[in-house]
């Protein structure tokens, strides 16, 4: 394997509470996956002894950082946000050189990175997300008195962010579970995902930065570099790790679950994992311009080369002229379409891989694929074609396959649509094709995909995610490993949180959000009503 001549300004390093810490546990490398080279500088590891001293300044910053005022706490993200926008040319060069994504998507990938962050800062300062509730005492009350309640969510602790592949900036190192743990008070050991490693070491250091522009102790973040296998396995054992996120293959998801599962004291895993993204297309939604509706399919089909998390895998057609002419209108437009590099050359094999496995199956056709892409790790984009009896007893029609291919099952009524639903494992979303005539055939369908799906769509392709206030990113097994939760939007916090009840406790001992005075200016329910703390003085517009 060559070498590539870039260089770089990058050390190569972790970066364990604010301090470049050289790694004993070997070296590895970023790869350019459009040529294979391998990039500069090579990244050294680190052991187990290493990682403790990550773990163990986290635990020490905890109570200091846990209890920020929420203008402090907000400013930081703040800070965050723009230190990664001030490296912003640099970051997007060295990740396109890495992942083989196009500049333009990461640029929107990083501005919605930053977004995040400044919306997380807004909730910080308004403070809902404490969920302080207020229980006056009753003492006349019949037949018990009623006790002075109090109620407050604090953090878990020092939480374990693992970076993902596909979005090396919005899933990776400052990304959404990085942003919601520091949101929540967590300080964040981050395991980089070694396939982007220059990546992770320039918003490394624009963190830290920020770490230390805010004046906070530098164990709120570390960043550190080793073999998924063992350190991250040792990472998510640590007793000081108290909850864990994670974007990434099933396999690897399920075995930091069962690794969190096993500790002398269990902590939660919040893993994004698999889903196959179910569409689901009714007649009327074939009356259109087939050609126009197909190069829409294809566009979300193929976008990224597939390597989203939303990508619409499976495709559900209704047998007919209208279906077939659909599919008819696929082939054309998939024919022109060129397969682009993927994230890297394992990927790309896997991919390639499970477009194999799928196409071998007895009662699968082959619908079109595409051309090869112009380089080793770009394959054609392919979309097959089954029955619904078959993906009723087929679970391999069911698997996820990381790249551009998808899957379209014919059904011939609205019994066989809710059935197939009912079978589906589950799924980050699931999308609707139809109009008003469809609602008393799609109508039996809503139940099934409410206990299937994290977020249903109405005339709408499930890639591209919004992050605000009532995004839903998350579903049942084997999409996340707790189906109550979301990876994006405001409600990310809360899976870092935790609530505590102070009963009859002094007024001088009570923390700042439940004190009588709301020092914080927090909204607040009181007495089971909500109590709004109203415009706080230099407030923003």
Same mark, same amino acid.
């Given at each position: 394997?060559?070498?590539?001549?870039?260089?770089?300004?990058?050390?190569?390093?972790? +970066? +364990?509470?604010?301090?470049?810490?050289?790694?004993?546990?070997?070296?590895?490398?970023?790869?350019?996956? !459009?040529?294979?080279?391998?990039?500069?500088?090579?990244?050294?590891?680190?052991?187990?002894?290493?990682?403790?001293?990550?773990?163990?300044?986290?635990?020490?910053?905890?109570?200091?950082?846990?209890?920020?005022? #929420?203008?402090?706490?907000?400013?930081?993200?703040?800070?965050?946000?723009?230190?990664?926008?001030?490296?912003?040319?640099?970051?997007?060069?060295?990740?396109?050189?890495?992942?083989?994504?196009?500049?333009?998507?990461?640029?929107?990938?990083?501005?919605? %990175?930053?977004?995040?962050?400044?919306?997380?800062?807004?909730?910080?300062?308004?403070?809902?997300?404490?969920?302080?509730? +207020?229980?006056?005492?009753?003492?006349?009350?019949?037949?018990?008195?009623?006790?002075?309640?109090?109620?407050?969510?604090? #953090?878990?602790?020092?939480?374990?962010?693992?970076?993902?592949?596909?979005?090396?900036?919005?899933?990776?190192?400052?990304?959404?579970?990085?942003?919601?743990?520091?949101?929540?008070?967590?300080?964040?050991?981050?395991?980089?995902?070694?396939?982007?490693?220059?990546?992770?070491?320039?918003? =490394?250091?624009?963190?830290?930065?920020?770490?230390?522009?805010?004046?906070?102790?530098?164990?709120?973040?570390?960043?550190?570099?080793?073999?998924?296998?063992?350190?991250?396995?040792?990472?998510?054992?640590?007793?000081?790790?108290? $909850?864990?996120?994670?974007?990434?293959?099933?396999?690897?998801?399920?075995?930091?679950?069962?690794?969190? $599962? $096993?500790?002398?004291?269990?902590?939660?895993?919040?893993?994004?994992?698999?889903?196959?993204?179910?569409? *689901?297309?009714?007649?009327?939604?074939?009356?259109?311009?087939?050609?126009?509706?197909?190069?829409?399919?294809?566009?979300?089909?193929?976008?990224?080369?597939?390597?989203?998390? %939303?990508?619409?895998?499976?495709?559900?057609?209704?047998?007919?002229?209208?279906?077939?002419?659909?599919?008819?209108?696929?082939?054309?437009?998939?024919?022109?379409?060129?397969?682009?590099?993927?994230?890297?050359?394992?990927? !790309?094999?896997?991919?390639?891989?499970? +477009?194999?496995?799928?196409?071998?199956?007895?009662?699968?056709?082959?619908?079109?694929?595409?051309?090869?892409? /112009? %380089?080793?790790?770009?394959?054609?984009?392919?979309? *097959?074609?089954?029955?619904?009896?078959?993906?009723?007893?087929?679970?391999?029609?069911?698997?996820?396959?990381?790249?551009?291919?998808?899957?379209?099952? &014919?059904?011939?009524?609205?019994?066989?649509?809710?059935?197939?639903?009912? &079978?589906?494992?589950?799924?980050?979303?699931?999308?609707?094709?139809?109009?008003?005539?469809?609602? #008393?055939?799609?109508?039996?369908?809503?139940?099934?995909?409410?206990?299937?799906?994290?977020?249903?769509?109405?005339?709408?392709?499930?890639?591209?995610?919004?992050?605000?206030?009532?995004?839903?990113?998350?579903?049942?097994? /084997?999409?996340?490993?707790?189906?109550?939760?979301?990876?994006? =939007?405001?409600?990310?916090?809360?899976?870092?949180?935790?609530?505590?009840?102070?009963?009859?406790?002094?007024?001088?001992?009570?923390?700042?959000?439940?004190?009588?005075?709301? /020092?914080?200016?927090?909204?607040?329910?009181?007495?089971?009503?909500?109590?709004?703390?109203?415009?706080?003085?230099?407030?923003?517009?």
């Amino acid at each position: 394997m060559s070498v590539s001549t870039q260089t770089t300004t990058l050390s190569g390093h972790s +970066i +364990i509470a604010g301090r470049q810490v050289v790694g004993t546990g070997g070296t590895t490398r970023g790869i350019d996956p !459009a040529t294979n080279a391998e990039l500069e500088p090579a990244y050294s590891l680190v052991d187990e002894a290493q990682l403790a001293e990550a773990t163990a300044a986290a635990e020490e910053a905890f109570e200091s950082f846990s209890s920020l005022d #929420p203008e402090t706490h907000a400013g930081f993200l703040e800070r965050i946000a723009a230190n990664i926008e001030a490296a912003g040319p640099e970051l997007v060069d060295r990740a396109s050189t890495e992942t083989g994504l196009p500049k333009p998507r990461l640029q929107g990938e990083l501005a919605r %990175t930053t977004g995040q962050l400044r919306l997380f800062a807004r909730v910080v300062r308004q403070g809902d997300h404490r969920g302080v509730r +207020i229980e006056p005492p009753l003492p006349e009350r019949t037949p018990l008195p009623r006790p002075d309640l109090r109620q407050r969510k604090v #953090p878990l602790g020092p939480v374990a962010v693992f970076g993902a592949s596909n979005f090396p900036f919005a899933f990776s190192t400052a990304g959404g579970d990085t942003a919601s743990a520091l949101a929540a008070g967590c300080p964040v050991v981050f395991k980089a995902h070694n396939a982007h490693p220059g990546t992770g070491e320039i918003v =490394g250091r624009a963190l830290t930065d920020a770490v230390r522009e805010s004046g906070l102790h530098p164990g709120v973040f570390s960043l550190i570099y080793g073999p998924g296998a063992s350190i991250g396995q040792a990472l998510v054992r640590d007793p000081a790790i108290k $909850a864990v996120g994670f974007t990434g293959s099933r396999g690897a998801g399920t075995a930091l679950m069962a690794t969190a $599962a $096993a500790r002398p004291e269990p902590i939660p895993v919040y893993a994004e994992m698999s889903s196959v993204n179910p569409v *689901f297309l009714f007649d009327s939604a074939l009356r259109g311009d087939a050609e126009e509706f197909a190069r829409a399919y294809v566009t979300s089909l193929t976008g990224s080369s597939g390597q989203l998390c %939303t990508n619409p895998g499976l495709l559900f057609v209704p047998r007919g002229e209208a279906g077939d002419a659909f599919l008819a209108a696929v082939g054309l437009v998939l024919a022109d379409a060129e397969g682009a590099t993927m994230l890297t050359p394992g990927i !790309a094999r896997s991919c390639r891989e499970g +477009i194999e496995a799928l196409g071998s199956q007895a009662d699968v056709e082959i619908v079109a694929r595409g051309k090869e892409g /112009p %380089t080793e790790n770009a394959p054609a984009p392919v979309v *097959f074609s089954s029955q619904v009896p078959a993906f009723l007893t087929n679970p391999v029609l069911q698997e996820e396959i990381f790249g551009a291919s998808s899957l379209a099952i &014919r059904y011939g009524s609205a019994e066989e649509l809710v059935a197939a639903a009912a &079978r589906m494992e589950g799924q980050l979303t699931a999308s609707l094709f139809l109009s008003e005539e469809d609602v #008393p055939t799609a109508a039996p369908l809503l139940p099934v995909l409410e206990r299937k799906v994290g977020r249903i769509l109405a005339n709408g392709w499930p890639t591209g995610v919004d992050v605000g206030e009532a995004m839903v990113h998350g579903g049942p097994f /084997p999409a996340t490993s707790d189906s109550r939760t979301t990876s994006v =939007g405001t409600l990310a916090i809360e899976r870092f949180l935790r609530p505590v009840a102070y009963q009859n406790i002094p007024g001088a001992l009570l923390p700042a959000p439940v004190q009588d005075d709301n /020092p914080w200016h927090l909204n607040r329910r009181v007495d089971g009503r909500i109590q709004l703390a109203g415009p706080r003085e230099g407030d923003r517009a």
